[in-house]
């Protein structure tokens, strides 16, 4: 029983070897889309990353701005209640 497998397997035709290596190069073409898939969306995270940064730091900058104003505002309003309790 055994050699009639082996002259099975031995005997594969042309089209049974076409077929297979259609199939292998589906599964290549498959393969390297994963990897193109994985390599964009690495790339996307990498990018919403350096986004979250850069929109954290234009906020500090905003809120350091908005701090420096209402110190000015209060020294002006200090100012102001100086003068009035001058006169």
Do not use: F, H
């Amino acid at each position: 029983m055994n050699e009639k497998y082996r002259n099975n397997a031995k005997s594969s035709t042309p089209e049974q070897d076409a077929t297979l290596a259609g199939s292998l190069k589906v599964a290549w073409v498959a393969g390297l889309l994963s990897t193109l898939g994985d390599a964009l969306g690495t790339y996307a995270a990498s990018l919403a990353i350096e986004e979250a940064i850069e929109e954290e730091a234009l906020q500090n900058k905003k809120d350091e701005q908005l701090e420096k104003r209402l110190e000015n505002l209060e020294r002006q309003l200090e100012t102001i209640q100086n003068m009035l309790e001058s006169k």
